[in-house]
C-alpha cells in the first residue's frame, strides 16, 4: 500500500481515556464505559468497571471530538449530549409520540434518545 494510502487510514479507535480527578489523573478502560454525556464545558464518563465498581469522572474532550475516536460498532450517538456504548442498553422506551428514553442494565439513568436517533431502535 502507498504511503498516502497508510497516512489517510483511520487510526485505531481510542482504548484509554485520562480524567483528572482531583490530583490524580485517572486512566478509564474505554471498554469499561457505559455513556458519555454533554455537561456545560465537560463530559461526563460513566464507567462500570468490574474491577473497581461504578464511577464518574469529568473531561474536557468534547462529544464530537470523542465521537470520532471511538469504536462506532460499540458506541451509538443517540442524542446531541449522549454517547452510550450499546452493550449497557436494556431496553428503549416510547414515553409519547415523540420521546424516547434508553434503560440500562443495572443501573437506574435513563437516557434521552432523540428523535433524530430514534429510528435506531425499532422491533423486529
Known amino acids: 500500500m ?4 497508510q497516512s489517510l487510514r483511520k487510526p485505531a479507535p481510542l482504548s ?5 480527578v482531583g490530583k490524580e489523573v485517572k486512566l478509564l478502560r474505554v471498554e469499561h464505559v457505559v ?4 455537561d456545560s464545558r465537560y ?15 469529568l ?17 451509538w450517538q443517540v442524542h446531541r449530549s ?5 452493550h449497557h442498553i436494556a431496553s428503549a422506551v416510547r414515553v409519547d409520540e415523540g420521546t424516547m428514553v434508553l434503560t440500562l442494565r443495572g443501573r ?8 433524530h436517533f430514534q429510528g435506531m431502535f425499532k422491533g423486529q
Request: proline letters at 10%; aromatic letters at 6%; glycine letters at 4%.
Open 2 to 5: 502507498s504511503q498516502l494510502g
Open 16 to 20: 484509554v481515556i485520562q480524567a483528572a
Open 35 to 38: 455513556f458519555f454525556e454533554a
Open 43 to 57: 463530559t461526563r464518563v460513566v464507567v462500570d468497571d468490574p474491577v473497581t465498581g461504578p464511577s464518574e469522572a
Open 59 to 75: 473531561i474536557r474532550t468534547p462529544l464530537k471530538e470523542l465521537l470520532a475516536q471511538l469504536d462506532p460498532d460499540q458506541f
Open 82 to 86: 449522549v454517547i452510550v456504548n450499546h
Open 108 to 115: 437506574p439513568d435513563r437516557l434521552p434518545v432523540s428523535r
